[in-house]
């Protein structure tokens, strides 16, 4: 009953604007009540109730790995506001998400491109509209799986991440499309931004701020040679080891995990995250 309250509700709603602004016929409520029933068949044995399945996993030494989505920079609360998704992107929102208690989380892996992208406005302080740019944005494929939007594409910003550590309590890293960089004679790294001639190694709060400060860069020399599939940390060239040395110094956070294409068995493995040592006695869910 409900279901087909609100339902009534919502269509008589969306008829009356419909037909009001645009003379359209609308759509037909028990239609809709129909065909709906019969995904409700299909999915019935499916929906549980999602916090209590989880808690028993864990209760039962379960290993629980859960994924979030967007970036700790489009959190509704910790995020560039209002260039934010309407959702807790950030780590704590698992458990929101989920319906399990903070305590249960022991350990957060973070994921980082080995550059910088941003898709749709808001400040971007190392954002490149030059040919390195469009290199990034065409070599890695940076375009929307869904939209097709083309996102931005810039240097790596060692601020932004470090805060991202920070912010999701994160145990390790994960650098992913570093074969991206191949092609490239030098690669620069920001680490802090300058604002009338203050140097900043935190991200100010101020969004008009944050829009009007220029990176600082170190520049690191290029490997100039492929690291596509590559799997052993050892044989990435030399340049790529240092570069990835100062990311993950620069972080304060182990990289575990290192891309070099876009298939699943094109990763470098420093550490396997699930089996790093737990804070606590049992197994508990990482996110």
Not at 234 to 250: F, M
């Amino acid at each position: 009953p409900y279901f087909r309250q609100k339902l009534e509700d919502n269509v008589a709603e969306t008829n009356a604007l419909l037909q009001a602004l645009y003379h359209a016929p609308g759509f037909h409520a028990e239609k809709i009540f129909q065909e709906y029933l019969c995904y409700a068949e299909r999915l019935r044995s499916m929906i549980v109730d999602t916090g209590l399945l989880v808690y028993r996993a864990i209760t039962k030494g379960q290993r629980v790995l859960l994924e979030g989505a967007q970036g700790t920079h489009l959190d509704v609360d910790h995020g560039t506001y209002p260039y934010v998704t309407s959702s807790s992107a950030a780590a704590g929102g698992a458990c929101t998400g989920v319906g399990i208690g903070p305590t249960a989380i022991d350990g957060v892996l973070g994921v980082s491109k080995a550059y910088t992208t941003r898709v749709g406005s808001g400040p971007f302080p190392t954002e490149l509209s030059d040919d390195v740019g469009a290199m990034l944005q065409k070599q890695g494929n940076e375009f929307g799986a869904t939209t097709g939007r083309a996102r931005r594409c810039g240097w790596y910003d060692a601020v932004l991440v470090r805060c991202a550590v920070r912010v999701n309590g994160l145990t390790s890293l994960a650098i992913t499309k570093l074969d991206v960089l191949d092609h490239l004679d030098e690669i620069r790294v920001c680490t802090g931004y300058k604002f009338k001639g203050h140097r900043l190694t935190e991200i100010p709060q101020e969004l008009a701020l944050l829009s009007a400060c220029d990176p600082i860069y170190e520049t690191w020399s290029g490997w100039k040679r492929s690291t596509t599939g590559i799997t052993d940390h050892r044989a990435l060239p030399v340049e790529a080891r240092r570069y990835l040395a100062r990311l993950e110094e620069l972080a304060g956070c182990p990289i575990d995990l290192v891309s070099t294409g876009s298939r699943r068995e094109q990763t470098i493995v420093l550490r396997n995250p699930l089996l790093r040592p737990r804070r606590r006695s049992g197994t508990r869910p990482v996110a």
